[in-house]
Nanobody, 117 residues
């Protein structure tokens, strides 16, 4: 099992910045990739950014150039970050951390990001 805990969400004005964190514990050695998803009210959950075990990254077109995904590994934990800059109203939503291991993906509880005008 892998446990994921997100933090760092909040209220920010458009054009501002915010950094989300996701702390992974448990069988972190089984994780081969991690990702951030978000879900706005009435919308489907969408992948925002992904980072592989080796550090390769992939971004949704809507966040390229504004968001940066990164991670820091220790022996027993992995912490993933999402640095968000130049936030837009449409970035509002619940952001979820996901870890891909041997079976079904693991999900965090989500953290709310609200961008105001």
């Amino acid at each position: 099992q892998v446990q994921l805990v997100e933090s760092g969400g909040g209220l920010v004005q458009a054009g501002g910045s915010l950094t989300l964190s996701c702390a992974a514990s448990g069988r972190v050695f089984s994780i081969h990739a991690m990702a951030w998803y978000r879900q706005a009210p009435g919308n489907q959950r969408e992948q925002v950014a992904l980072i592989s075990r080796g550090g390769s990254t992939n971004y949704a077109d809507s966040v390229k150039g504004r968001f940066t995904i990164s991670k820091n590994n220790t022996e027993n934990t992995v912490t993933m970050y999402l640095q968000m800059k130049n936030l837009k109203l449409e970035d509002t939503g619940v952001y979820y951390c996901t870890a891909y291991g041997l079976g079904s993906p693991y999900w965090g509880q989500g953290t709310q990001v609200t961008v105001s005008s």
